[in-house]
Each structure stands twice: as C-alpha cells, then as structure tokens.
C-alpha cells in the first residue's frame, strides 16, 4: 500500500494474492472525492483499502504482508518506529491482533516493479522519472523474469526533471499536480515551430539541467530535507522562466493563455526539455539493459507528448505515478507469473445501477441499455457518459468512466471542454479499434492500451475526427481491445453500421476539480451537474426530462 504522510499526495492500494494476481486496486481519491487525496486527514488510503478488502470478501486479519512504496524509515527517522503504528498509518487500520510483516520498498524501485510487470514483455529496461524518491530523481532498471531486478544507473534530486517541470507549471499559474495543462499549453509552441532555448546537458552522457540544487545532496535525506529542496529548486526554475520569457507570470486569464506568447514560451522550453531528456534517458536504459523493450514509471511518465516521441517498443502502465507505487510495492513482494499479457486496468469498484424507484434517480427517465439508440443519440450530435462496470485505474478513462461524443467537428470539442468547465485549449482522445486507429493516427504498439502516448494524426483523421486533434496535429489515442468496454464496442459497432467513422471523442467522467466517478452515487451526482444529455450506467440509459424527445 501507498500511505504517503501528511501533505503529501495520491494514496492508494493495491491486493494481490500469494501468486501476485491483482485482486484489487483503487486510488483514495475515487473514495474520499478530494482529488489526488492530497491534504492532513485524506492521503490515508482507508476507503481504498477498504475496498480491496471487501472486493477479496476478507478482512484485515487476513492480511500477511502490507508492503509501502516509500522507505518511511529513513524518511521520518525515529517517527512511527513501532511496526504496529506504521501498519496502522499505513492503511487507516488498527491491529490489536496479530501484525502482518511490513516491508518497506525504496519508491523507485516500486516504481519500476509497477511498470515491468504490468507489460507485455518478458525483459525489459525500465526508465523511472520523477520529481524525487527518497535520494533519486531518476533511475534506470534491468528487469526479467527469474531473476532480481538491477539498478542500473541513478540521478540525484539534484537533477529533477519534475522540479523542472513543476517550476514551469507554477510559473503559468497552475498547482504541480496539474502538468497536463502545461502539456496541452505546449503544444501551441510545437504548432508554431517555436525555437526554444536547450536547457539540459547530456555530454559525456550525464543529465544536467540547466538549473541544478541550490545545494548538493549528501547521505540520505529525510523528508524535512527534501521539501526545502523542492521549494528552493522550484523556485529556482520559476526565475529561470521568468529571465527566459521576460515576465513573471502569464499576463492573461488561464482561458486566453495561448493568446500570451511568454506563456506558450515557457510551457514549450519545459516540454522540450522534458522531450530530449526522455529521449536520451530512453537510449541510456536500452543500452544498459541490452535490451529494446523498454518500460516508463513515475509522474514523469504520464507525459504523453514525451512518451510519444520514443521509438520502439515502449509501455507505460495505467497507473506511471505515485499511486502506482502501491502496485509496485505488492509486486515487489509477490511478483506475478509471466503472461505475455498487459494488465487489465478495470480493478477498480464496480458500478451497480440502481432500480428506477431509487430516491436518486428521481426526475430522470430511465431505459434499458440499447447501443442502437445511444448511438443514434450521439450521431444526433449529444453528449453523454458511461459509467460501466469495475472503474479502470489511473488517471486515464478507459471507457468504463467516460464521457463520449461524436468528434466529426471542431465545434463538440469546445462543447464537451465547456461541459468539464476545463480551459478551452485544452486536448481531447479519440478511441477506436486497432483496425481503424491506424488510419487515423501513427501506430503504437503499447502506448495506446492506456491512453498514455501522443501520435500523429493523418489527414482522414483531420477530416472525420477533427474533435480530437490537438493544435500540434496530435492526438492521445485509445484501441480498444475487444470485450475491454462492452457498451463503448457496441456503439463503435453501431456507428460502423450506419457508415460513420468509428471513433469517439473519449474523456475522464468528471467535472473540474473532481476525481473520476467511482460509484454508481458519484455517476448520477455528476451526471445531474454537468450538462450531459444522456448517461449510460451499468444496463440503463438515463435521460433527464428537459432533454428527451
């Protein structure tokens, strides 16, 4: 389990039985509605190990080993020194009885483990990329099965890559949780063939970026230590920007900021230097695994404009970031056998439609499920969600908590950004099956399970989908795998039927601010806010009055 303390963000867990099968996984904020549960009182993963627990019908007595994606004892040296404390920390249970083992896992190497045994590959180089672990900020991996991982290669804090990033993301005015606003600004300077100032150093194969630690790392650093870091160092990028762009901030609201040159600049030079450190990090991990196959962790890894530009064989898994490092712990302890298989990402709760007299679905007509007719709707250019059975994990929704529409104008994608109350410049992901993403978009072998790699698109796709083609000629695709979302295949089959392009514009089932619905309560409550026209939940389509015809 991942039980970051107090401040910190993105609690989760993760149960796996005695042959590393993933039971259950779920995210704390899809439980406690506080995005990222960041915050004193919700980054204890309790509702979310609450309901791995109750998803395996066990309790937590059954539990033999509760492992955490954090070495908390040279973190908080002399803090939660008693084992039954530190379980109890870790998982928001008390443990008056007998005390599971509790292993503590260094963060990257959780990392690592989530992202290699999550893939399809049998060995791997595995590239994690962060703002920090307990001394590192990047790391190189070599993975197989058989045999224990190797740490090939660390960075210090000193060289952050996420620091880097956070500090441009601060600079627009946006909390360093929210780089993928940063990364959608970016765009606009790709787009318009900025040139950018290079602001990382790679000769003699190390990574320098232009702005190193206002101090030197020495020994292991406890959490004290490491936050004054952060803040220094991101202070330090945010002048750098300042200097590079001329400004301190944006000079216009967060709806115009593609219109502010010096905001697009620095949004741009920060992605670029994400992009050559990725690249140059992606050549170190082969050649120092001796293999191809290469694996992306960390919150670095959920930048899909870098991961896009990689060549080869790459995987992310659904969940890159922090919260993955509860995956990453349990596997450590309790690797999976080797299937030849990605994971499946539906871990998450399951959604139980209630019945047509439920107090909550009062005002809303309700209907059984027809793909013809939710087909027609869309066709009919509305906007709807589905919220179908167990939630996908990670921060990309993957057709069982989405909102969908129709892309065929430029016009739905203003619509369904008005609809999420996001920035109108904000990007959108079509989904489709393999066959027909190849004729819309570069093929990517893995990057597309989970929505986590940006393509370029192909002028068909300009022209059937132009709703979900960034500014830069991208796009974030989705293949779905047959059977993966039986309502969204239904209607990617129906639209075929009536000979229309068989892609959907595909986004998170959330509102601004929100974490994606979880429950079947979360679904109609966001549902009921945010102007949808129609909601696809487990059998039913719900309409609201005002809306049917």
């Not at 210090?156 to 441009?168: E, F, Q, V």
Request: hydrophobic share 40%.
């Amino acid at each position: 389990m991942n039980a970051p303390p107090a401040g910190w963000h993105d609690a989760a867990a993760c149960l796996v039985d005695g042959s590393g099968n993933v039971i259950a996984y779920s995210e704390q904020e899809r439980h406690n509605r506080v995005r990222h549960a960041i915050g004193d009182g919700f980054n204890k993963p309790v509702g979310a190990a609450r309901f791995c627990l109750d998803q395996a019908g066990i309790t937590i007595d059954d539990i033999d080993v509760i492992a955490i994606g954090w070495n908390v004892d040279q973190m908080f040296p002399g803090f939660l020194a008693d084992e039954r404390e530190l379980a109890t920390h870790a998982t928001g249970f008390d443990f008056p009885g007998r005390l599971p083992r509790i292993v503590r896992v260094p963060h990257h190497e959780a990392h690592a483990a989530s992202a290699f045994y999550a893939s399809p590959f049998s060995e791997a180089g595995v590239l994690v990329i962060d703002g920090n672990g307990e001394n590192e900020s990047t790391s190189i991996w070599s993975f197989s099965y058989g045999r224990a991982p190797e740490l090939k290669r660390a960075w210090p804090r000193t060289a952050s890559l996420g620091y880097a990033y956070d500090g441009a993301s601060e600079w627009l005015g946006f909390h360093h949780l929210n780089a993928g606003k940063t990364m959608g600004l970016a765009a606009y300077g790709r787009a318009r063939g900025l040139s950018v100032e290079t602001l990382l150093d790679v000769d003699g194969g190390d990574l320098r970026p232009a702005v190193p630690s206002l101090q030197e790392s020495h020994g292991q650093a406890t959490i004290d230590e490491i936050g004054r870091h952060y803040g220094a160092t991101v202070a330090a990028w945010r002048d750098l920007y300042s200097k590079l762009a001329g400004a301190d901030g944006p000079t216009v609201p967060v709806h115009r900021l593609p219109e502010d040159p010096a905001a697009v600049l620095v949004a741009y030079t920060a992605q670029r230097l994400i992009e050559d450190a990725v690249t140059f990090l992606a050549s170190t991990a082969r050649g120092l695994a001796g293999v191809e196959e290469l694996c992306l962790a960390g919150g670095v890894a959920l930048n899909c404009s870098a991961n896009g530009v990689l060549p080869g064989p790459v995987f992310v898994p659904p969940v890159p970031h922090d919260a993955g490092v509860a995956l990453g712990a349990a596997w450590t302890v309790c690797p999976p056998k080797r299937t030849g298989e990605a994971m499946n990402p539906y871990l998450g709760e399951d959604v139980r439609a209630p019945g047509a007299a439920h107090p909550e679905t009062s005002g809303l007509l309700r209907t059984d499920f027809d793909a013809d007719q939710v087909t027609d709707l869309l066709l009919d250019g509305q906007v709807g969600a589905v919220a179908q059975g167990r939630a996908e994990i990670g921060p990309r929704a993957l057709c069982h908590r989405s909102i969908l529409a129709v892309p065929d104008t430029a016009d739905v994608h203003a619509r369904v950004n008005r609809i999420k109350h996001r920035e109108r410049w904000r990007p959108f992901a079509g989904v489709t099956f393999a066959e027909y993403g190849a004729r819309l978009w570069e093929r990517q072998e893995h990057l597309s399970r989970y929505m986590l790699g940006a393509a370029r698109v192909t002028d068909e796709a300009r022209r059937v989908a132009p709703g979900v083609v960034h500014v830069d000629g991208t796009t974030r695709p989705q293949v779905l795998a047959s059977g993966a979302a039986p309502a969204v295949e239904a209607v990617l089959e129906g639209l075929a039927g009536r000979g229309a392009p068989p892609v959907l514009l595909n986004t998170s089932f959330n509102d601004k601010g929100e974490p994606i619905v979880n429950s079947a309560t979360d679904a109609l409550a966001a549902f009921r806010s945010m102007d949808l026209d129609f909601l696809v939940m487990d059998q039913a389509l719900y309409r609201k009055a005002s809306r049917a015809r």
